[in-house]
């Protein structure tokens, strides 16, 4: 696969070196198709929506419901109204949160995360139990980075109101079994959200398939832009929960002496969208699919492949996250460099690393390290960017006098 001619940052140079972009966990580059959707935009079509009588407003209004039914496609949704945009995974965990958990959760209720979870599926949960008086529970990970799937279980239970999972871990690349784990929460009672940040440019996403009653992800990791992502939810979950923002476009009547709301997903949008975000993150998911996706994994998973291999010849070097199921992540120590050391030393080379928590603090407690150094691939890495890769850690340890090291 041959891709990196669509992405035109990609031909720049950095510290005057030929780019290594191993960064993707965090950010994708864009195509040119989503950039020129984008501007496409602007230069033709922008408007705001929905209200307007005139018809470049009808006519943004045709872009944005279409890019909400090319959403719904790509995840197999079962209707369009079921697609709420926000500006990304944070922001549709939040809402969730903050609309479904205040008005259902209360002392007593318990909730399910793991170990492995980014600090957005943590962080909205414990501040709604401090308004609720819910409480968390924790499925512990193993030291190959996989779910303790046995304690899982045993934290199920009639108190159980929700599980929340990563589908994929951002810090090491774990695939969880989330169709398991979302019908064993169902057994109980429970709902189930999924966070699938790190999912969606690298797995086949069907809501259907997996059962799951909330979906999350963004578009700014799916080669689309940032500032636009968002929430699948069951359309009777969604229907019964009341809105967590005012505004425009959320409501149905105003008055002083009260409101009525908009059906979802309206009711969740309020105020002026990003428009142009979406019209992008459509033009993405045509990008990805025109590439295929599974075209795409098998790529990615070579290369992972490759990397593990080569930066095991190395001396030093600690991997964390060898699970049997994983995506393109990489996540590693090298003895005697501290990782935001090493990150700095790659990008002397033109190389880009992530270095640090990864906003994952419970798995770097769980591990006893601050932080790793983390390589992430996408569709449009090769092993030249593998090579890089490599070249650079084994120049760090040479600056660092480590290169000898057992």
């Known amino acids: 696969m041959n891709r990196a001619a669509d992405f035109p940052i990609l031909s720049r140079p950095v510290r005057g070196k030929r780019l290594t972009y191993l960064d993707n966990a965090a950010t994708t580059h864009k195509p040119e198709r989503v950039i ?31 890019a909400r039914e090319r959403v719904r496609g790509f995840l197999n949704a079962a209707r369009a109204d079921e697609v709420v945009f926000t500006r990304g995974t944070t922001e549709a965990i939040n809402l ?142 969604l229907g019964a929960m009341p809105p967590w923002q005012g505004g425009g476009d959320m409501i149905l009547t105003v008055a002083f002496e009260g409101s009525t709301w908009a059906e979802p997903p309206a009711r969740f949008e309020a105020g002026t969208p990003n428009i142009a975000g979406a019209v992008g993150l459509a033009a993405a998911i045509d990008y990805l699919e025109e590439v295929g996706l599974e075209a795409a994994a098998a790529h990615e998973d070579a290369l992972l492949a490759h990397a593990t291999t080569e930066i095991r010849k190395l001396p030093g070097i600690r991997l964390y996250g060898t699970a049997a199921r994983k995506s393109g992540i990489l996540s590693f120590t090298v003895d005697g460099i501290h990782p935001h050391d090493l990150g700095t030393i790659l990008d002397s080379e033109g190389v880009a690393i992530r270095a640090g928590h990864h906003c994952a603090m419970p798995v770097m407690t769980r591990f006893g390290i601050p932080g ?3 390589a992430s691939f996408a569709l449009y890495n090769d092993e030249r960017d593998v090579a890089a890769l490599i070249a650079a850690i084994a120049k760090a340890q040479k600056l660092f006098g480590t290169e000898a090291a057992a």
């Open 372 to 374: 790793t150094a983390r």
């Open 36 to 66: 020129e959707a984008e501007s496409a935009f602007y230069r033709e079509s922008n408007a705001n929506i929905h209200r307007g009588v005139h018809w470049l407003s009808q006519h943004a209004t045709d872009l944005y419901e279409g």
């Open 96 to 237: 969730v949160a903050f609309s479904w958990g205040r008005a259902n959760l209360k002392p007593g209720d318990e909730i399910v995360l793991t170990e492995m979870e980014h600090h957005s599926n943590i962080v909205p949960w414990q501040l709604v139990c401090e308004q609720t008086g819910a409480t968390i529970k924790v499925v512990p990970i193993t030291d190959a980075g996989e779910l303790r799937l046995d304690v899982y279980e045993s934290l199920l239970g009639p108190r159980t109101k929700l599980v929340a999972i990563g589908h994929v871990s951002n810090a090491l690349g774990t695939i969880n079994p989330v169709a398991q784990m979302i019908a064993k929460a169902h057994s109980v009672g429970a709902l189930a959200l999924v966070d699938g940040a790190q999912a969606v440019a690298h797995l086949p996403v069907d809501v259907q398939a997996l059962g799951c009653d909330f979906y999350a992800f963004s578009g700014h990791k799916l080669y689309g832009p940032t500032g636009i992502g968002a929430l699948y939810a069951r359309r009777e979950l």
